[in-house]
């Protein structure tokens, strides 16, 4: 009977290494896995590499669109805001999403009354390339935010 009681709990004690010898060896292949698929932080030769690359894109879209300088559209929209009585606001430091893309962007919002707002960024819309943001529009005034892009500054 003991030596019945001895050999079951030498097969228990057995079994219970053989599982933990492959826990472990499966928490290591997992490990080495991972370690494997890692991202390694970039040297300074690949972020050079990189950044001549984004720079290789930048010209490229430039040259096929064919913008104009940002400055000739800025100026469109600040005449277009003044025909239609509207009061613009540059945004230096932008507080909300705006185009942070390859091409050089400035930012503003035009404020004043619904009906102009509306049909001048109709206008705007057809002289420059700008993204528009955030258009709120309450009572009989509006607010819009928008981004203008273009070649260069």
């Known amino acids: 009977m003991k030596l019945n009681l001895n050999m ?4 228990v004690v057995g079994g219970a290494i053989a599982i933990c010898f492959l826990l472990l060896l499966a928490s290591g292949k997992l490990i080495y896995d991972r370690e494997l698929a890692r991202k390694i932080p970039a ?3 690949q972020l050079e590499v990189d950044n001549n690359e984004l ?12 913008l104009e300088p940002l400055p000739f559209y800025w100026k469109s929209i600040v005449q277009l805001a003044d025909l239609y009585d509207l ?11 705006m185009y942070s893309g390859v091409l050089f962007a400035w930012h503003g919002s035009l404020i004043g ?4 707002l509306l049909a001048a960024l109709r206008q705007i819309q057809a002289v420059a390339p700008v993204y528009l943001y955030d258009i709120t529009l ?8 928008f981004s203008v892009v273009g ?3």
């Open 151 to 153: 070649a260069d500054q």
């Open 55 to 66: 720079r290789a894109e930048k010209l490229a879209l430039i040259e096929a669109s064919a």
């Open 87 to 97: 009061s613009m606001a540059i945004i230096e430091t932008p507080q909300r999403p």
């Open 138 to 145: 309450e009572n009989q005034n509006g607010t819009v935010y």
């Open 8 to 11: 079951e709990i030498d097969r």
């Open 113 to 116: 009354e619904k009906s102009k």
């Open 43 to 45: 040297t300074a030769e």
